[in-house]
């Protein structure tokens, strides 16, 4: 069947109250920023429905872009027709026939929130069931998990007649709670870190330290495309690269190799903090899950912590691996983080790690540098660019075969 709309139900946004208008605003915003290029679509967000009128645009496709939003519940391919009842029996049976195969069951499920349509919903489910019943041979009804469920919604702005419920993304939509500023590692578990934030609404810009030579270009290109991968969960991802390597020599040359790490994560944060205040950023987010490796114990975290007094949000700290492993596969980052291009902090591990670095000493090997000096030539440096969804190296590599054929 073509559907004429698709309609999207908000769940965890209904619990907002005063703010409601706030946050289906920007949900609102950031489906038809998803959807740009069906030009023909029309996007409305109601108080307590989000309507998707397709114009003719495909419904597949249109359905494939909403999975994975933030802020939609579930939503529905809909038939949308007038207030009349004939009409509504004739799209009733229509759908049923294009789903029934020989030995279905199908069940009718109306709801009417316009109290004044002459009937009610127990009149709906038995007029539209004795209709399906006399124009389908064989059919059953079955009231519990049937095969076939037509959920039918009568409102003031017309009827409303769906076979299936797509469960979406849930959370909060993103850029409703802020924005913050992402440590994205060429690992596992930044990314999940990312996914998990923006699923509470908040905004990422992606800060990635990169120490050529010792790193390579497809280490850099790597967390681009992780990047690429969170960017179908947001939009656009701002991607800021930052220019590492004379920090981390200074820190090789300058700090006992044992508290090597703890500095180079002070500076990594030193830097971060910036970079957050500059794009007006309201926290830090990172891939810390508590005692995974020496920089992640409590007592490094106080040391490292120590350079700033602004929030940080671990979403992953209490998971183990294996969750984490898990939600990265779930979101498409896995098979790209498990690729064989080190990041800077992986070249640059020492041996033997302090897991309880003392704070008073972590500040006075730090000290050894000169810390403004070496941070203000790499923000000097940064290089930004806007990563969209898609925008991997393999993409890149294919549109450019593509261009010379």
Do not use: W
Not at 242 to 268: D, H, L
Request: aromatic fraction near 6%; glycine fraction near 6%.
């Amino acid at each position: 069947m073509q559907y004429n709309e698709i309609l999207v139900r908000y769940g965890e946004l209904s619990t907002k109250r005063k703010n409601k208008k706030k946050f289906i605003n920007k949900l609102t915003q950031n489906v038809k920023f998803a959807l740009s290029d069906f030009e023909q679509l029309e996007v409305t967000g109601d108080r307590d429905r989000m309507h998707l009128k397709l114009n003719g645009a495909d419904s597949t496709s249109v359905l494939e872009r909403l999975k994975p939003i933030f802020g939609i519940q579930n939503f529905s391919p809909v038939m949308r027709i007038e207030r009349d009842i004939e009409e509504m029996k004739k799209v009733t049976v229509k759908m049923v026939q294009e789903l029934y195969t020989e030995g279905k069951s199908f069940k009718i499920t109306a709801r009417r929130s316009d109290h004044e349509f002459s009937l009610d919903t127990d009149q709906i489910n038995h007029l539209l069931g004795s209709e399906v019943l006399k124009n389908i041979e064989d059919i059953t009804v079955k009231m519990k998990n049937p095969d076939i469920n037509i959920r039918v919604e009568i409102r003031n702005e017309g009827i409303f007649l769906s076979s299936q419920t797509i469960l979406g993304a849930g959370g909060l939509p993103v850029g409703s709670s802020g924005k913050g500023i992402l440590m994205l590692s060429g690992g596992i578990d930044s990314p999940v870190a990312g996914y998990l934030t923006m699923k509470r609404g908040v905004e990422i810009e992606a800060v990635h330290f990169h120490s050529p030579p010792y790193t390579s270009s497809r280490s850099l290109q790597k967390a681009k495309d992780l990047a690429s991968k969170m960017a179908a969960f947001a939009g656009n991802i701002v991607f800021i690269e930052v220019p590492f390597t004379e920090i981390q020599e200074e820190i090789k040359r300058c700090v006992p190799e044992g508290y090597s790490m703890t500095v180079t994560r002070r500076m990594m944060l030193r830097i971060t903090e910036l970079i957050r205040e500059k794009q007006n950023g309201l926290a830090i987010i990172n891939g810390e899950s508590l005692g995974q490796v020496a920089s992640q114990t409590l007592h490094s975290m106080i040391a490292i912590n120590d350079v700033t007094v602004i929030p940080i949000i671990r979403p992953v700290v209490s998971m183990d691996k294996n969750e984490i492993i898990d939600l990265a596969q779930k979101i498409g980052t896995f098979d790209l983080s498990i690729q064989p291009f080190e990041d800077c902090c992986t070249i640059f591990a020492p041996t033997t790690p302090k897991t309880r670095p003392d704070l008073e000493k972590s500040r006075r090997y730090e000290a050894r540098l000169n810390i403004e000096e070496l941070i203000q030539r790499a923000m000097d440096n940064l290089v930004y660019s806007e990563i969209k969804v898609g925008d991997t190296l393999e993409k890149q590599q294919a549109d450019k075969y593509s261009s010379l054929l």
